[in-house]
């Protein structure tokens, strides 16, 4: 009997757990959503040393981190990529970040280099540094392999080809939407490795991981450490190592999120202003002084040529510059539904391209601009 009842408890706490995520993917219940990713896992061990493997240290490493998060940020919902030891594929791990609406990706991996003597712990955000023989292009590559035990990896990743580091140029093309958030998690986490746990400072870095690719939305990926490096090894192995890694990982997390909830109450007196404008003086609101929207499909570190083609391959082809990235856009209108027919049309080409709203020469968000140009219609 007794027994019968446990299993019925199980059951019904499993279905309420599979009610909750689902309901997570649609409504956030106002939460900040932080997607922990344990790198690799089941049949991809990452690098390994020994009987050391890296999956094994990103995830203890990984639920630590989790576990504090859970116990001390009740306005948190963390979502793990995996919690045990199973192979999920890259893009999935993004997927299930984008499904989920997440605010922070955070990637957990373990270093590996043939030589035995590299040590120290590094942070990674999305992008190509200058230098393209650097060891960052190097690490990325080879986190990207995992992909080579995934069973359709061509069907998802867009050509790109984990043997071949000129395949790594499509990185350049990616949108670079997240970056100042990504870089503020990244700097806040690389000081907590170097100042908490007191690793050796490999800096903060940029690189094209697949992982990161893929999710749409402020992210990281952190090397812990070389498990190549024996000393280094023993320490993420022990007990001390996962605690102390776990707690900067957790601390520069919490650190983050500070920042996070000050920018976000920063931004409300903003568009309130907006609006009072708009309400105040309705009669001012002529077409011009509505924001439009336009689709962006493409982010360059240099601008395109005059003659080049894919500014004649779409109408109002525009760019503007942020952190010194040029971001094109196509398309001009205060319709809504219009500019979501023109995206339709760019996503055949570029998968990628996403709405923005421009009012007065600034982006403002989607939202803002809808129900501005919503009073005004
Ligand atoms: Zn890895």
Redesign the pocket.
């Known amino acids: 009997m007794n027994k019968i009842k446990n299993t019925m408890t199980v059951i019904i706490a499993v279905f309420c757990l599979m009610t909750t995520m689902q309901a997570g993917a649609v409504d956030k219940e106002g939460k900040f959503v932080l997607v922990i990713d344990p790198?690799?896992g089941g049949k991809d061990p990452?690098?390994v040393n020994g009987k050391n493997q890296?999956k094994t240290i990103n995830l203890k490493v990984a639920l630590k981190m989790g576990k504090l998060i859970e116990d001390n940020c009740k306005d948190v919902k963390v979502i793990y990529t995996r919690k045990t030891d199973v192979f999920v594929e890259l893009y999935k791990r993004a997927d299930i970040a984008n499904k989920a609406g997440a605010d922070m990706f955070i990637s957990v991996?373990?270093n590996s280099s043939k030589n035995k003597s590299a040590n120290g712990a590094e942070t990674y955000l999305l992008g190509v540094e200058d230098n393209r023989t650097s060891a960052n292009l190097n690490a990325a590559l080879e986190?990207n392999k995992a992909i080579l035990l995934e069973n359709d990896y061509q069907a998802h990743y867009e050509g790109y080809d984990p043997n071949s580091p000129e395949s790594m140029i499509i990185f350049e093309f990616m949108q670079n939407e997240f970056q100042k958030e990504s870089l503020k998690m990244a700097q806040f986490n690389q000081n907590q490795m170097v100042k908490g746990a007191k690793r050796p400072d490999r800096g903060v870095h940029q690189a094209g991981y697949l992982v990161l690719w893929k999710s749409a939305m402020p992210s990281i990926l952190i090397e812990l450490g070389f498990i190549s490096n024996n000393a280094e090894c023993q320490y993420l192995v022990s007990q001390k190592g996962v605690d102390e890694m776990g707690q900067s990982l957790y601390k520069a997390f919490k650190e983050y999120l500070e920042y996070h909830n000050k920018q976000t109450n920063k931004a409300v007196p903003t568009s309130q202003a907006i609006g009072n404008k708009q309400t105040n003086t309705p009669k001012e609101a002529s077409q011009e002084s509505l924001p439009v929207y336009k689709v962006q499909f493409m982010s360059l570190k240099t601008p395109l040529k005059k003659n080049d083609s894919r500014l004649k391959a779409y109408e109002n082809v525009d760019y503007y510059t942020e952190n010194g990235i040029c971001k094109y856009t196509c398309g001009d209108t205060t319709d809504y539904d219009a500019i979501l027919n023109t995206k339709k049309e760019v996503q055949k080409k570029y998968k990628d391209a996403f709405v923005i709203a421009v009012y007065n020469g600034k982006r403002i968000s989607v939202k803002e601009a809808r129900q501005i140009n919503s009073k005004n219609k």
């Open positions: 790198g690799h990452g690098a890296e991996h373990t986190e």
